[in-house]
């Protein structure tokens, strides 16, 4: 398979007059796995709301395997896609949110085949079957009756992934998704997408959890004030950062220093 | 529990919202109203009296609270007016139907086209010959009735006393004249009834009436606790009233009505309705029994009125209070300036106010003729869609945005993800508010009674009205009281139905 699966060009995203990405390019290939990490406010989250199109760009181009993104071009202008064909769009874009943001009145079960059901129009049997799966995948298709309300936060956030997968995306997004948990709910959330990532699926990551990026991550994106600071493989950016803000930044997370470059 | 909304949620707007009310008022405007003919327009030019009688109808318009000229008796018009319009409506040919209205209204449901004549002991005065032509066919003297201790005999007695008359008669108009020329009424009190004036001295609320004498006579002779101490006028002329188009209808009706005199059913009739053993002392009744013979009958009918309209303009309230507010919300300007404009209009005007308009004023405006119950369905809905939609909006705002965004990344469009995602959420919370409106409604509904629906209020005061007893208002009391708290035991069971699931 050639070209990357996403690749974004002089994205641009402002509210009002805050300018929040000023300029953003990145290439992400199939299976790999992104982590994007900053100072809060940096821009992260937008990147990625932006990547499914639940932001749209104020400037710059998003293609998902060659195709334009929430635009296309018609007698040689660029002009907005009608609403269905974007939503089209982001089928193939899973999202995990922070807040988890299940369907508080439906099931495990029914929040993971919703989509499937309504959106593909997959049989009840065949979305079931696919919902089961997915449950059991997470580690929880003995909770599959509950609703998200006697779920604990963990739980919920798998069944999140679970619906996310449902509609299998080729590239998943994670935004903060440990975030609101606590240590040991974040770790059986994370040992899920650690398992995604062994499977090959490309994975675009905003964490604070600086032990996934190490251990996961193929790539290091940092991200400051709107703009790609600097990139590389974990090993590089956490042990020889070449900017001098990425040191201050992983100083603060890390409390530790990391290794003087020479 | 889901919501399936059988409609295309993205082109609701303007759209549906016109949709719907097109379908709901040729509906609505056929549904009901079995005592009319087809819809004729009134203007049709030279033969309204060859529509009444190709209808064999004729539709004749009473106020029913002025016996013995006219009043309901087991919920059927009777009374000298009545005899003498079925004594006419024989002789073009038809049988007469009687349309019972409010006196306010009496005269706009004519001009109006809501039916032929008038036959209400209406008082012929200059200011109504500018708006009907009337064929006389009786002169009626004013008396003074009181309770009995007081001697009220003449104008200037009525100084110092609160006086009751009906709105708009001929009795009202002369006391304000007597105001006038300086004589010190301490108050003037109109009602909308001749029942209500009596019912107002019974329970001390006013000190003497000024009516019509026949009126004045039966009431005394029904229950003697009044006396009639007192006469004012010199007699004057009563007349059938009857559009000024109508000329060939008010030519025959003349004549029909020389033909009574000549005939002597005239003074047959006189004597029936005047002559004294009519409306004498009925045996005073006990409360129980009087209660379960007569009164309850009539007003369990008009609880089944009364639950057709809070039932009906519930239903296509809450049907389109939910079309208003996801026009309300709308991503686009012009449906969100429509559903503000209709939220305003009807929020921001009295209930009174569109229901007279629209029983009222759109047949003239527009020539869109409401039954009675069309119209008050038509009014009440409307009403409660404006505080029902913002309800709705209310509710639907306060949805954690992130469920939109949830739904939405998983591709779902803007009104799959509404009516799976949001709508279905907002269901407890809708329950509280929703039923406090379905409550106020229950009892709006009483303001049709303008439009002389027979609700359950109206029934009651009728009942008060005829028979002066007003302790009967305690049975529509407790029939209000069972509305509302079925619908609260409904509403608790749903709630606790959605709390067992989580939402």
């Known amino acids: ?262 | 529990m889901n919501l399936e909304l059988g409609i295309t949620l993205r082109r609701w707007g303007i759209a549906a919202g016109c949709l719907l009310l097109g379908l709901l008022l040729p509906v609505l405007a056929s549904g009901d109203e079995p005592r009319s003919p087809p819809a004729v327009p009134a203007t049709t030019s030279g033969g309204a009296l060859a529509r009444i009688q190709a209808a064999g109808v004729l539709r004749v318009a009473i106020d029913a609270t002025y016996p013995p000229m006219e009043f309901l008796e087991k919920g059927q018009p009777v009374g000298f007016d009545v005899d003498l319009a079925r004594e006419i409506a024989r002789r073009l040919g038809v049988t007469a139907e009687f349309v019972v209205m409010d006196w306010d209204g009496i005269l706009a449901g004519l001009t109006s086209g809501r039916y032929d004549i008038i036959l209400s002991s209406m008082n012929i005065t200059p200011a109504r010959q500018q708006q009907v032509d009337f064929v006389e066919y009786a002169r009626m003297s004013q008396v003074f009735v009181t309770t009995q201790g007081r001697n009220i005999r003449t104008e200037e007695e009525l100084a110092g006393q609160r006086v009751a008359v009906q709105t708009n008669t001929t009795s009202q108009r002369w006391v304000q004249q007597l105001q006038q020329r300086g004589v010190a009424v301490r108050e003037l009190r109109p009602f909308p009834g001749a029942t209500e004036c009596f019912a107002a001295v019974k329970s001390g609320q006013a000190d003497v009436i000024v009516i019509d004498e026949p009126v004045g006579r039966f009431f005394s002779r029904r229950d003697d606790s009044f006396i009639i101490t007192g006469q004012a006028l010199e007699p004057e002329p009563i007349g059938i009233a009857i559009n000024k188009q109508d000329a060939d209808l008010t030519a025959a009706i003349s004549q029909a009505f020389g033909d009574i005199q000549r005939s002597g059913e005239l003074k047959r009739l006189s004597e029936h309705w005047f002559g004294g053993e009519l409306g004498q002392a009925a045996k005073p009744q006990g409360f129980w029994s009087f209660s379960s013979e007569v009164v309850l009958p009539r007003v369990l009918q008009g609880l089944g009125v009364t639950l057709q309209l809070t039932l009906g303009s519930g239903g296509f309230g809450i049907t389109l209070g939910l079309l208003v507010a996801l026009a309300r919300i709308s991503r686009r300007r012009g449906i969100r300036g429509v559903a503000v404009a209709y939220i305003t209009l009807f929020r921001g005007t009295p209930l009174l106010l569109q229901l007279l308009f629209i029983f009222f004023a759109l047949p003239l405006m527009l020539g869109v003729r409401l039954g009675p119950m069309a119209a008050g369905l038509t009014a009440l809905s409307l009403n409660a869609a404006a505080y029902i939609a913002e309800i709705f909006r209310a509710a639907i705002e306060s949805i954690d945005k992130g469920q939109m965004e949830a739904a939405r990344a998983l591709g779902m469009s803007h009104e799959l993800a509404m009516r799976r995602v949001i709508l279905p959420q907002t269901f407890r919370r809708l329950i509280p508010p929703l039923v406090n409106e379905l409550a106020a409604l229950s009892k709006d509904t009483s303001l049709v009674m303008v439009i002389a629906l027979p609700e359950m209020l109206y029934e009651t005061k009728q009942l008060a009205g005829t028979y002066l007893r007003p302790e009967v208002y305690a049975w529509a009391a407790i029939g209000y009281l069972i509305i509302v708290a079925a619908l609260s035991a409904l509403a608790q069971r749903l709630e606790r139905r959605l709390e067992a699931r989580g939402t």
């Not at chain 1, 940096?42 to 990547?51: E, F, P, V, Y």
């Not at chain 1, 999202?95 to 495990?108: E, G």
């Not at chain 1, 600097?230 to 990425?246: A, D, K, L």
């Open chain 1, 1 to 262: 398979m050639s070209g990357p699966i996403i690749r974004v060009e002089g994205l641009r995203k402002s509210f009002g007059e805050r300018e929040v990405l000023r300029g953003i390019d990145l290439e992400v290939a199939s299976g790999e796995v992104v982590v994007i990490i900053g100072p809060s406010g940096c821009g992260k989250s937008t990147l990625l709301r932006c990547l499914n199109y639940l932001e749209e760009p104020t400037q710059g181009r998003i293609w998902l395997r060659g195709e334009l993104l929430g635009r296309k071009e018609r007698d040689g202008r660029l002009v907005s896609r009608p609403e269905a064909e974007v939503d089209r769009q982001r089928t193939h874009i899973g999202m995990v949110f922070q807040r988890f943001n299940l369907f508080p009145h439906m099931t495990a079960l029914g929040n993971v085949i919703e989509a499937p059901r309504r959106v593909k129009g997959l049989p009840h049997a065949q979305a079931e079957a696919l919902g089961l799966r997915l449950l059991e995948r997470v580690g929880l298709l003995d909770r599959k009756d509950e609703y998200p309300a006697r779920l604990s936060g963990g739980q919920q956030q798998r069944v999140a992934i679970a619906r996310a997968l449902a509609m299998e995306p080729e590239v998943m997004l994670f935004d903060e998704a440990t975030s609101a948990l606590d240590p040991e709910l974040a770790d059986e959330v994370l040992q899920v997408m650690l398992g995604l990532a062994r499977e090959g699926m490309t994975m675009l990551v905003v964490t604070h959890e600086m032990g996934f990026a190490r251990e996961v991550a193929h790539r290091v994106v940092v991200l400051d004030a709107g703009t790609v600071l600097e990139q590389g493989p974990p090993s590089v950016i956490f042990s020889q950062p070449s900017q001098p803000r990425t040191r201050e930044f992983l100083r603060k997370v890390l409390h530790v220093r990391p290794e003087d470059p020479r």
